[in-house]
């Protein structure tokens, strides 16, 4: 496994790969990694002939208050996971060699990043769609691969990758969870044990929604009242929302009638947590 630290380098490899015939699969993360992350990797291990792995915590993805300086790290960990994962290649930038002295350029969609996480994160999207352009221009692969968790970030990529042409085949990975039914997060190393169980709300709101919606209930706010009061029964528990959607557009749909994203965001303690789920109603 070969451990690229500068742009520079990545790029060379990545041509030199391509120039005899290649195909590369991608999975950028900002590390920490986790059975979500690793899931990814073996998904797409078979795919391609090179497997890249990039962990670079994106600054631009944080706001002013959020929690950059405190995301947790431990490079010899994902290091170790990576080799047994079968990584090929890691790209492990510096901020300076990502965004330069004067850099300027943001990437920007029209409305998919300004609903579910987009309202209380205004500029994480704009972050997240700028990194992973780079990214891709500086991994060049030929399918990258996302995590369904963050459903609003994968949406996000598909579209802009089909808005500004870039040839790369853009896969969804399944959301890894806890036996409990925690999604897995590198967040979750923040929660104590009293928030680790009130965490569970959110994974067990989403398999009540489903519940009731395979009774015949078609009106989301009729289940949403229930969920927002079963998740609030639960200590140092804040939601931020509960979003019935629809799974491409991530517009809001006012009857149940075809399949939804369910998506959460709540705040457990001062770690915020996200999950979802997509429903169909009965026939
Ligand atoms: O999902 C993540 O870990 C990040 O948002 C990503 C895609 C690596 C961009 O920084």
């Not at 221009?137 to 990758?161: C, E, S, Y």
């Not at 104590?192 to 395979?214: E, N």
């Not at 229930?226 to 557009?249: G, H, K, N």
Request: aromatic letters at 8%.
């Amino acid at each position: 496994m070969e451990i690229l630290k500068t742009k520079r380098l990545m790029q060379q490899w990545s041509r030199a790969r391509k120039k005899k015939g290649k195909t590369i699969c991608f999975v950028p993360t900002m590390g920490y990694l986790h059975q979500g992350h690793i899931s990814l990797l073996e998904k797409g291990k078979p795919l391609c002939d090179e497997l890249v792995l990039s962990i670079f915590v994106n600054p631009s993805q944080f706001g002013p208050n959020e929690d950059l300086d405190a995301y947790p790290m431990d490079i010899d960990n994902d290091l170790r996971l990576a080799a047994v994962a079968g990584v090929t290649a890691v790209f492990l930038p510096q901020k300076e060699d990502i965004y330069p002295p004067h850099f300027q350029t943001r990437i920007c969609l029209d409305s998919l990043p300004h609903h579910l996480c987009g309202m209380s994160r205004p500029v994480h999207f704009g972050g997240v769609a700028t990194v992973v352009t780079k990214l891709f221009h500086i991994v060049m692969p030929d399918v990258a691969i996302f995590g369904k968790k963050d459903f609003q970030q994968l949406q996000i990529i598909r579209q802009m990758t089909w808005d500004l042409d870039f040839n790369i085949e853009i896969m969804g990975g399944e959301i890894v969870r806890e036996k409990d039914g925690l999604a897995m997060s590198s967040r979750n190393a923040y929660l104590t044990a009293d928030q680790r169980k009130s965490a569970l709300s959110l994974s067990r709101s989403l398999h009540m929604a489903g519940q009731v919606i395979a009774k015949g209930e078609k009106n989301p706010l009729v289940i949403e009242k229930e969920i927002s009061c079963f998740i609030q029964s639960f200590p140092q528990t804040r939601i931020e929302y509960i979003s019935f959607c629809d799974p491409a557009t991530l517009e809001t749909v006012g009857v149940i009638d075809k399949q939804i994203l369910l998506a959460l965001a709540v705040q457990v303690g001062k770690t915020r947590l996200i999950d979802n789920v997509l429903i169909d109603p009965p026939q």
